[in-house]
Protein backbone atom coordinates (compact mmCIF):
# COMPACT_ATOMS: atom_id res chain seq x y z
CA UNK A 1 0.00 0.00 0.00
CA UNK A 2 0.68 3.44 -1.26
CA UNK A 3 2.10 5.79 1.83
CA UNK A 4 -0.53 8.68 0.98
CA UNK A 5 -3.41 5.74 0.64
CA UNK A 6 -2.37 4.94 4.68
CA UNK A 7 -2.25 8.57 5.18
CA UNK A 8 -5.67 9.26 4.02
CA UNK A 9 -7.02 5.93 5.23
CA UNK A 10 -5.78 7.49 8.99
CA UNK A 11 -6.75 11.19 7.97
CA UNK A 12 -10.35 10.19 7.66
CA UNK A 13 -10.45 8.19 10.85
CA UNK A 14 -8.91 10.66 12.67
CA UNK A 15 -11.17 13.74 11.41
CA UNK A 16 -14.51 11.48 11.72
CA UNK A 17 -13.17 10.41 15.61
CA UNK A 18 -12.65 14.13 16.33
CA UNK A 19 -16.06 14.81 14.77
CA UNK A 20 -17.64 13.18 17.32
CA UNK A 21 -15.69 14.24 20.08
CA UNK A 22 -16.34 18.10 18.87
CA UNK A 23 -19.99 17.48 18.44
CA UNK A 24 -20.47 15.80 22.26
CA UNK A 25 -18.26 18.58 23.07
CA UNK A 26 -20.58 21.09 21.78
CA UNK A 27 -23.82 19.55 22.26
CA UNK A 28 -23.63 18.90 25.93
CA UNK A 29 -23.09 22.27 26.66
CA UNK A 30 -25.83 23.49 24.05
CA UNK A 31 -28.63 20.68 25.70
CA UNK A 32 -27.46 22.46 29.15
CA UNK A 33 -28.36 25.93 27.84
CA UNK A 34 -31.45 25.04 26.30
CA UNK A 35 -32.57 23.16 29.23
CA UNK A 36 -31.48 26.47 31.67
CA UNK A 37 -33.66 29.10 29.50
CA UNK A 38 -36.82 26.74 29.74
CA UNK A 39 -36.25 26.69 33.24
CA UNK A 40 -36.22 30.42 33.77
CA UNK A 41 -38.80 30.57 31.11
CA UNK A 42 -41.19 28.59 33.10
CA UNK A 43 -40.21 29.68 36.62
CA UNK A 44 -40.53 33.19 35.30
CA UNK A 45 -44.27 32.34 34.18
CA UNK A 46 -45.10 30.17 37.34
CA UNK A 47 -43.82 33.98 39.86
CA UNK A 48 -46.00 35.80 37.25
CA UNK A 49 -49.41 33.90 37.86
CA UNK A 50 -48.10 33.32 41.53
CA UNK A 51 -50.23 36.86 42.73
CA UNK A 52 -53.25 35.52 40.82
CA UNK A 53 -53.43 32.48 43.30
CA UNK A 54 -52.87 33.62 46.03
CA UNK A 55 -55.26 36.13 45.68
CA UNK A 56 -57.77 33.98 44.83
CA UNK A 57 -57.17 31.91 47.31
CA UNK A 58 -57.48 35.14 49.73
CA UNK A 59 -60.77 35.41 48.56
CA UNK A 60 -61.82 31.87 48.80
CA UNK A 61 -60.83 32.23 52.13
CA UNK A 62 -62.78 35.51 53.21
CA UNK A 63 -65.66 33.61 51.24
CA UNK A 64 -65.91 31.11 53.26
CA UNK A 65 -65.02 32.88 56.71
CA UNK A 66 -68.25 34.91 55.71
CA UNK A 67 -70.34 31.76 54.89
CA UNK A 68 -69.21 30.63 58.60
CA UNK A 69 -71.06 33.51 60.13
CA UNK A 70 -73.99 33.38 57.62
CA UNK A 71 -74.22 30.21 59.16
CA UNK A 72 -74.23 31.20 62.75
CA UNK A 73 -77.63 33.33 61.61
CA UNK A 74 -78.91 30.27 60.91
CA UNK A 75 -78.80 29.64 64.61
CA UNK A 76 -81.95 32.34 65.21
CA UNK A 77 -83.91 31.16 62.59
CA UNK A 78 -83.85 27.36 63.48
CA UNK A 79 -87.19 25.71 64.87
CA UNK A 80 -84.79 23.85 67.45
CA UNK A 81 -85.01 25.40 70.30
CA UNK A 82 -81.52 27.12 71.15
CA UNK A 83 -80.36 30.08 73.56
CA UNK A 84 -80.41 32.34 70.03
CA UNK A 85 -83.84 31.05 68.69
CA UNK A 86 -86.38 34.04 67.40
CA UNK A 87 -89.20 32.00 67.77
CA UNK A 88 -90.31 29.63 70.88
CA UNK A 89 -93.28 27.68 70.58
CA UNK A 90 -95.52 26.35 73.45
CA UNK A 91 -97.11 22.82 72.93
CA UNK A 92 -101.19 23.18 73.97
CA UNK A 93 -102.12 19.83 74.05
CA UNK A 94 -103.16 17.03 71.88
CA UNK A 95 -104.81 18.26 68.57
CA UNK A 96 -104.34 21.77 69.03
CA UNK A 97 -101.47 24.34 67.37
CA UNK A 98 -98.85 25.14 68.84
CA UNK A 99 -98.59 28.77 70.17
CA UNK A 100 -95.27 30.55 68.60
CA UNK A 101 -93.70 33.08 70.53
CA UNK A 102 -91.41 35.71 69.36
CA UNK A 103 -88.28 36.39 71.74
CA UNK A 104 -87.83 40.36 70.70
CA UNK A 105 -84.24 40.21 72.42
CA UNK A 106 -83.00 37.72 70.06
CA UNK A 107 -84.77 39.43 67.37
CA UNK A 108 -82.47 42.46 68.09
CA UNK A 109 -79.44 40.56 68.21
CA UNK A 110 -80.13 39.07 64.72
CA UNK A 111 -80.43 42.31 63.12
CA UNK A 112 -77.28 43.37 64.96
CA UNK A 113 -75.24 40.31 63.72
CA UNK A 114 -76.41 40.63 60.25
CA UNK A 115 -75.51 43.99 60.02
CA UNK A 116 -72.05 42.97 61.68
CA UNK A 117 -71.93 40.48 59.23
CA UNK A 118 -73.25 42.42 56.05
CA UNK A 119 -71.37 45.81 56.84
CA UNK A 120 -68.70 45.85 59.21
CA UNK A 121 -67.06 42.56 58.77
CA UNK A 122 -67.82 42.95 54.45
CA UNK A 123 -69.20 39.87 53.67
CA UNK A 124 -72.00 41.33 52.05
CA UNK A 125 -69.68 42.10 49.17
CA UNK A 126 -68.92 38.62 48.97
CA UNK A 127 -72.47 36.95 48.20
CA UNK A 128 -74.97 36.83 45.56
CA UNK A 129 -78.19 39.10 45.58
CA UNK A 130 -80.46 35.92 46.56
CA UNK A 131 -78.63 35.34 49.88
CA UNK A 132 -78.70 39.07 50.61
CA UNK A 133 -82.23 39.25 49.76
CA UNK A 134 -83.82 35.84 51.56
CA UNK A 135 -81.13 37.63 54.96
CA UNK A 136 -82.47 41.13 54.83
CA UNK A 137 -86.15 39.69 54.38
CA UNK A 138 -85.95 37.86 57.24
CA UNK A 139 -84.66 41.23 59.38
CA UNK A 140 -87.51 43.36 57.92
CA UNK A 141 -90.37 40.71 58.93
CA UNK A 142 -88.23 41.03 62.19
CA UNK A 143 -87.96 44.72 62.21
CA UNK A 144 -91.31 45.36 61.48
CA UNK A 145 -93.26 43.06 64.02
CA UNK A 146 -90.39 44.83 66.44
CA UNK A 147 -91.98 48.35 65.56
CA UNK A 148 -95.58 46.83 65.48
CA UNK A 149 -95.37 45.64 69.22
CA UNK A 150 -93.39 48.50 70.08
CA UNK A 151 -90.18 46.42 71.44
CA UNK A 152 -87.37 47.83 69.05
CA UNK A 153 -85.41 49.37 71.25
CA UNK A 154 -86.42 47.41 74.62
CA UNK A 155 -88.53 44.74 76.52
CA UNK A 156 -87.78 40.95 76.34
CA UNK A 157 -91.28 39.43 77.08
CA UNK A 158 -92.25 36.93 74.48
CA UNK A 159 -94.83 37.76 71.93
CA UNK A 160 -97.57 35.95 70.72
CA UNK A 161 -97.66 35.52 67.63
CA UNK A 162 -100.68 35.15 66.00
CA UNK A 163 -100.14 34.99 61.98
CA UNK A 164 -99.43 31.84 60.30
CA UNK A 165 -98.24 34.04 57.56
CA UNK A 166 -95.20 35.16 59.18
CA UNK A 167 -94.47 31.89 60.90
CA UNK A 168 -94.36 30.07 57.70
CA UNK A 169 -92.47 32.41 55.55
CA UNK A 170 -89.71 32.51 59.10
CA UNK A 171 -89.50 28.74 58.54
CA UNK A 172 -89.34 28.77 54.85
CA UNK A 173 -86.42 31.90 55.03
CA UNK A 174 -84.97 29.33 57.19
CA UNK A 175 -84.68 26.56 54.16
CA UNK A 176 -83.97 29.11 51.71
CA UNK A 177 -81.04 30.84 53.25
CA UNK A 178 -79.79 27.38 54.51
CA UNK A 179 -79.84 26.08 50.47
CA UNK A 180 -78.53 29.48 49.32
CA UNK A 181 -75.21 29.00 51.81
CA UNK A 182 -74.55 25.21 50.72
CA UNK A 183 -74.58 26.17 47.21
CA UNK A 184 -72.36 29.70 47.49
CA UNK A 185 -69.79 27.08 49.48
CA UNK A 186 -70.29 24.66 46.41
CA UNK A 187 -69.01 27.58 43.95
CA UNK A 188 -65.80 27.82 46.51
CA UNK A 189 -65.02 24.27 46.02
CA UNK A 190 -65.77 23.78 42.26
Known sequence: MDNSVIFMLLAA?????????????????LILLISVWLGLKLW????????????REYLNRK?????????????YLTEVENARS?????????????TFHLRPAQAREYIDQLNRWFYADGYGLLYSRRLKELLFECRSILYGFLLK?????????????NNDKI???????????NNELYEEMCKIYD
Open 86 to 98: LLVWTDNGKGQAK
Open 13 to 29: DVSEIWGWKLASILIQP
Open 167 to 177: INRLKELYQDI
Open 44 to 55: HKQKQSEPVYQS
Open 63 to 75: KLDGLLAGWALLS
Open 149 to 161: ENVLYQGDERIVV
